[in-house]
């Protein structure tokens, strides 16, 4: 009896895990991760401790009457943002609350959630784009420096996603990136295109600036959770610092 508990508490580690991943590397803060393993754990009769770092979570589980229990560590895998998936684990766990989910129907609906299509690849590339030259708008620019800007955003934006699709280092794949949007901008300032050709350039790069990794980092910080706040803010600061190298080095090449 002892090893089937062992068993099923195991299960129910290893589904927890999976939550806890899932939204850690799709930019959920620190505070919800936890929030929401202990509120799907206790809604399935557990007792958890969870240690979150930026790289990895550990996890124990308690059955209420501290019986038996289970504890394993999982590596976090790299970190992005999708908030449909986050929204949907979130939404997900309130269900397991109302309609008692076993951890076989929640393992069903988390493998429905990983499988839900991103958008087309031209889609988020035009739209992206399209930010670009509305911020282009924004600060002043004429017609010409918003298509620059949108021309700008769409290559620097697909030339991350092959660097990113090659393996290569991210904060090196954000100095590609802003080097190339830079670059184009960069020429049109260089050849004095439109009236205010700063201003595509200004706005070329907006589309790479880590707003997650540090709105993150302060709630992290806010929250009590020091550790993970700093090093999401340090992240942030050396994705800053790769868009500000790419930057510069169109600027020197274009001599502005």
């Not at 766990?93 to 499988?115: A, F, G, M, P, T």
């Not at 540090?214 to 550790?227: M, W």
């Amino acid at each position: 009896m002892n090893g089937e508990h062992i068993k099923k508490i195991k299960e129910v580690e290893e589904m927890l895990l999976d939550v806890g991943t899932l939204l850690m590397s799709n930019g959920a803060s620190t505070g919800r991760v936890r929030t929401t393993v202990n509120r799907i754990a206790e809604a399935l009769g557990y007792e958890v401790e969870l240690l979150i770092t930026s790289r990895s979570l550990m996890l124990t589980v308690t059955e209420e009457n501290g019986s038996d229990y289970t504890s394993s560590v999982r590596r976090t895998p790299p970190h992005g943002v999708n908030f449909k998936l986050v929204s949907g684990i979130s939404r997900m766990s309130w269900r397991i609350i109302e309609d008692k989910l076993s951890v076989e129907q929640i393992n069903q609906d988390l493998s429905r959630l990983r499988s839900l299509p991103h958008y087309p690849r031209l889609v988020v590339l035009s739209l992206v784009a399209l930010a670009g030259a509305s911020f282009c708008r924004l600060f002043g620019g004429d017609a010409v420096e918003m298509i620059v800007a949108f021309v700008a955003t769409f290559v620097g934006l697909f030339i991350r996603q092959e660097a990113i699709k090659k393996r290569f280092n991210p904060y090196l794949a954000i100095v590609f990136a802003s080097f190339a949007a830079s670059m184009i901008s960069g020429l049109s300032v260089r050849l004095g295109t439109g009236n205010t050709s700063e201003h595509a350039l200004a706005t070329s790069v907006l589309f790479l600036i880590p707003g997650v990794p540090f709105i993150n980092s302060l709630t992290d910080l806010l929250d009590g959770n020091t550790l993970n706040g700093i090093v999401r803010g340090v992240n942030g600061f050396i994705i800053a610092f790769s868009i500000a190298f790419g930057l510069m080095l169109a600027m020197k090449i274009c001599g502005i």
